[in-house]
C-alpha cells in the first residue's frame, strides 16, 4: 500500500495543476484509468483490473 501511494505521488501529485474542482476530477479520472491498466510486479504482471476479472470469476 505504501508503494501505491508513493507511485501515486510520483506520477500525479507531484505533477498536478488544475483549474477548477471540474478539472481536478477529469484528471484524477484519467489517471485512475491508466494506472489501474499497468501490469504490477506485486499483481504477477497483471493490471489491478485484470486481477480483479481474475478474482471475480474465482
Same mark, same amino acid.
Given at each position: 500500500?505504501? =508503494?501505491?501511494?508513493r #507511485? +501515486?505521488? @510520483?506520477?500525479? %501529485? #507531484?505533477?498536478?495543476s488544475? *483549474?477548477? %474542482? +471540474? +478539472?481536478?476530477? =477529469?484528471q484524477?479520472k =484519467? *489517471?485512475l *484509468? /491508466?494506472?489501474? /491498466?499497468l501490469?504490477?510486479?506485486?499483481?504477477?504482471?497483471?493490471s489491478?483490473i485484470?486481477k /480483479? @476479472?481474475?478474482?471475480?470469476?474465482?
Amino acid at each position: 500500500m505504501e =508503494k501505491s501511494h508513493r #507511485n +501515486d505521488n @510520483k506520477r500525479f %501529485y #507531484n505533477n498536478l495543476s488544475f *483549474y477548477s %474542482y +471540474d +478539472d481536478l476530477i =477529469k484528471q484524477m479520472k =484519467k *489517471y485512475l *484509468y /491508466r494506472s489501474n /491498466r499497468l501490469p504490477m510486479q506485486t499483481l504477477n504482471w497483471l493490471s489491478p483490473i485484470e486481477k /480483479r @476479472k481474475q478474482l471475480m470469476e474465482n
